[in-house]
């Protein structure tokens, strides 16, 4: 955090203050004391003019006349000290209550950047830190022993070479995005440095500002998506238009082709090619429908549906593969019945193809892990799998239209996941690590769902 000890030229004018109190009293004393012996002296001094012949009494008045000077002197020396003490208090007490004003405004000023979304670290010339508040101790995962330590000893993000770079070009536009990874969930956090200048305008070391931009990268990445999507309907209804009717043509001449060669007895090879031919062009024609139904703008028809009963039914579907695979399936269902307005064999056909990928995830088996929570007013559907992850150059890739890493496949699968769920407002988003891949859907959730008695409990392995 933010200190605000005691320092040594606070303590030294401590010291002085005090010194110079001890002084004043000791002065004060020692001069009330004199004061006390020139009385004494003088009532001695009037004591012997009474006695003394006429011709010895100027002398005597000469002495009295020095006695009565140094009484004033000393009259004037207690003032001076008096005043002088005066002084020192009311300077102390200004002194007390210009620290007392700075330690409040140290304390609001650590408050206020303590309660800040931005994470703040400070640092001197030679790199180490001199502060830190709360939210930059949350972000990177770290606490109060690291100041004083060098900046390279926050491990869990490279500070360090982030600010010698910023050093060596010295650039306000300059940022970097760094990972931060707690457990399962990894955060982008956008890095900025400035200089740190004391009253003097002098140098004296490197403001570090870290800012949690994940959901942000998030929300951009929805809106590429969004943008790469506008269009795709007029484009696909013009593809197909322009090449499904020459495809058709082909495929039907194709066909006379083979009738023709038949009647004239041709050899292997030629009904080989022609084969090659047949299942090409089907596949043309497979690859056109898939672009279509991905990029046309499908009306829904939406009822209350149960999600649970559909994951159950879409499990039961997938049963026989996980076995064939060694996947064993594990369904961990809401405590509450939950339903949402959905349209159902969209929702199907959703799950059946996270089912499929997540299975294919794991070809040497391994479990994968259905769960729904109900969060508010929404209900999140987790499919989590054992397999080895995505890999980290693929993550931002795998939403993609026509992005996969199969041998097999048109690479629309989880494009078309992603687009379903958010024509039901949801999101579905994924979390990957080497052991594994968590797909999560999120929908919004409209009217309860009555009870129901085929309810299987909790953890159950089906």
Known sequence: MFRNQPTELGKSYRIAVIGLSLLS???????LWMLVDLLKEQNVVDDLMKELPRGAKRAAEFLAGELKWHFRLTILVIINVVVTAIAVILLWRAYHASQTSLRDFKALASDVLSSMALGIITTDLNGHVTSINRRGMELLVADSSCIGQSIASIKSVPLREFRDDWMAERSTDMFRDLTVTEGSNPRRLRAFCQILSDHNGKEVGNVLQLRDVTERILIEQRMRRMERYMGL??????LHHEIKNPLAALSLHVQLLEEQLEADDTSEDNRQMLGVIRTEVTRIGGVLESFRDFASVDCLHTRCVDVAEIL?????LIRLQADQQGVQIVFDPCAEDVTVEADPSRLEQVF??????????MPDGGT??????RMADSLQIGFADTGRGIPPNLADKILDPYFTTKDTGTGLGLALCDKIVRQHRGALDFQTSETGTIFAITLPIEIPHPNRTDKQPANSVV
């Open 25 to 31: 009293v000791a002065a004060l004393a020692i001069t």
């Open 233 to 238: 309907g007029s484009l696909a209804g013009g």
């Open 312 to 316: 159950r039914q879409q499990i039961d």
């Open 352 to 361: 059946l193809n996270l089912f499929i990928n997540a299975i294919e995830a």
């Open 368 to 373: 994968l892990t259905i769960a729904t929570s």
